[in-house]
């Protein structure tokens, strides 16, 4: 296949070309001028922020033929050079520890360092994805790593720092990569743009940078799926319709409907986003950056927005309408149906139960402000020497017992896991006298016992009264065992010659 994705055409090859990383491409650099290399490096990161591109520039520079030593700027036309560039170095070895994980491939490995370079000055071990190493694999490279050859130097990469073992690290130089700040993004995006002679407008280069999450490899790819969508020009209109994105006026529409009651409005709206394509689990994502972004505001920490003048203003404008701590409560409760929408299959239901919620708080909070509602009747005070009030207790019967069971059961989960497995057996056998008797198996005596421990006992009875509004006592009772029935012996029929014997001699048969 002829074609280049726009990814990998525009991978930096030097170390000016690395985005939005200085603090490493100044460490390197510096550690090559001063003769102070080290023997391996961690270079660790979220994707798509430059680690295996910074390693290949690397090899590069220690490789490269223009000079008889490193170089700081690979020229980028000797064999060296365009054969690290094309990944057929014979010396420069990139491993994908994804797929090449185990001890052996490290056995391997550690077999092949000991030879000298063929046609390079030191032997460059390039290992991507390296936290999916095996335990194994991580101690057979130990003493590798410890004191390798004066010509070989490993680079390890990886998104998750976390599932290195500290005996690698001590052994590494670590290297942190941040996420590219997004105006880097849209930059280098514009940047790709003139030389590929697209014209996308600024509008859609700074969603795509903001969508990309500090991720270069993300915005390339963005941009090359439009490119192949429309063509020569991308508009903002070729975003909202490739993506389902939502656009920033619904999502402002959406919320004054909220903030306004109009509960109804807001369905209506929820519809019409549907109707024309929008997936609603995107239009909560989109929902919950756009709430983000006016919680900021609402804070006066607007410079940790990544937006355009022209939206800060519209968004300062929907923020003097409503209170920090609201804009936290919608934010809550979005990402709660957000969540619930993945494994729901019923993503619309979730997204309008959220907006209803939202909707009959803001209508009780008008209500309040505008006087329409009373405010909470006082409670007198009760004389001193006044006996408190009985308690009103109810008595559910066996149907609401039974009918309420998974609930209570959910109760149960949420206070106390262990006691969820102890119940997790039983069945209802009576409730009489305000007394549920349930059942465990024969064999569950345990659980039984456990249960009927005073504190567990008594857990499970606050549980029953929050569940069904009455005091209920707890017993429970093992299955009654059912006794064996005798087997029947059944009638042989009688051998001629047996028979002819005992009736000669006396005696019995023994076995027949």
Same mark, same amino acid.
């Given at each position: ?5 726009? #990814? ?18 100044? @460490? ?8 102070? &290399?080290?023997?391996? #490096? ?52 990139? +491993? ?9 491939? +490290? ?17 460059? #071990? +390039? ?56 105006p880097e993004i849209e930059a280098h995006l514009r940047d790709v743009c003139q030389k590929e002679e697209v014209s996308v407008d600024a509008k859609s280069l700074n969603y795509i940078a903001r969508l990309s999450d500090g991720c270069m490899r993300d915005a ?11 063509? *020569? ?17 619904? &999502? ?5 409907? +909220? ?31 756009? &709430? ?22 519209? &968004? ?79 008595? !559910?019967?066996? *149907? ?5 069971? !998974? ?23 009576? #409730? ?17 016992? $456990? ?15 929050? @569940? ?39 005696? $019995?048969?023994? $076995?027949?």
């Open positions: 296949m002829a074609y280049l994705s726009l #990814y990998r055409k525009y991978r930096s090859q030097d170390f000016d070309a690395i985005i939005g990383q200085p603090q490493i491409v100044q @460490t390197i650099k510096n550690a090559i001028s001063l003769e102070r &290399l080290a023997h391996a #490096y961690v270079f660790s990161g979220p994707r798509g922020t430059g680690k295996t591109s910074l390693a290949r520039i690397l090899a590069k520079a220690l490789n490269c033929t223009a000079a008889d030593r490193p170089v700081l700027k690979p020229c980028l036309k000797c064999s060296n050079c365009e054969k690290i560039k094309s990944g057929v170095s014979i010396d420069v070895l990139e +491993i994908d520890a994804a797929s090449n994980r185990g001890i052996d491939e +490290i056995r391997q490995l550690r077999e092949q360092v000991n030879f000298v370079p063929v046609e390079s000055r030191y032997k460059v #071990y +390039i290992i991507d994805e390296a936290h999916m190493l095996t335990t194994e694999a991580f101690n057979a490279l130990l003493k590798t790593l410890e004191e390798p050859p004066v010509h070989a130097l490993f680079v390890l990469a990886t998104t998750e720092i976390q599932k290195i073992p500290a005996t690698i690290l001590s052994r590494c130089q670590r290297l942190d990569f941040k996420r590219i700040p997004a390339l790819s963005l941009l090359d799926q439009l490119i192949s969508f429309r063509g *020569a020009r991308v508009v903002f209109d070729d975003i909202l319709l490739l993506l389902g994105a939502t656009l920033n006026a619904s &999502l402002t529409e959406l919320l004054e409907k +909220i903030l306004q009651s109009d509960l109804s409005g807001a369905l209506a709206l929820i519809d019409q986003l549907i109707l024309s394509g929008k997936n609603i689990q995107r239009v909560c994502v989109d929902l919950l950056d756009y &709430l983000r972004n006016l919680l900021l505001l609402a804070l006066g920490a607007e410079k940790a927005l990544d937006l355009s003048s022209d939206d800060i203003a519209a &968004l300062r404008a929907l923020s003097g309408r409503t209170s920090a701590q609201n804009l936290r409560r919608m934010i809550l409760l979005f990402a709660r149906a957000e969540a619930d929408m993945r494994w729901n299959p019923h993503t619309r239901l979730v997204f309008e139960l959220a907006v209803m919620e939202l909707c009959a708080g803001a209508e009780t909070a008008v209500s309040r402000q505008q006087g329409t509602l009373p405010p909470p009747a006082a409670v007198p005070a009760q004389a001193e020497n006044a006996p408190p009030p009985p308690a009103v207790s109810r008595t !559910p019967g066996m *149907a609401e017992i039974k009918h309420s069971w !998974p609930t209570f059961m959910s109760k149960v989960k949420q206070a106390n896991p262990q006691l969820l497995y102890l119940l997790g057996e039983v069945q209802i056998k009576s #409730y009489e006298q305000n007394t549920l008797t349930i059942q465990f198996k024969e064999s569950y005596s345990f659980h039984k016992n $456990k249960l009927l421990q005073p504190a567990n006992k008594t857990a499970v009875e606050r549980i029953l009264k929050e @569940t069904y509004g009455g005091d209920i006592a707890l017993d429970a009772v093992l299955e009654e065992s059912r006794p064996a029935e005798p087997k029947k012996e059944t009638a042989v029929p009688q051998d001629p010659q047996v028979e002819l014997l005992t009736s000669v001699f006396p005696g $019995k048969i023994i $076995k027949r």
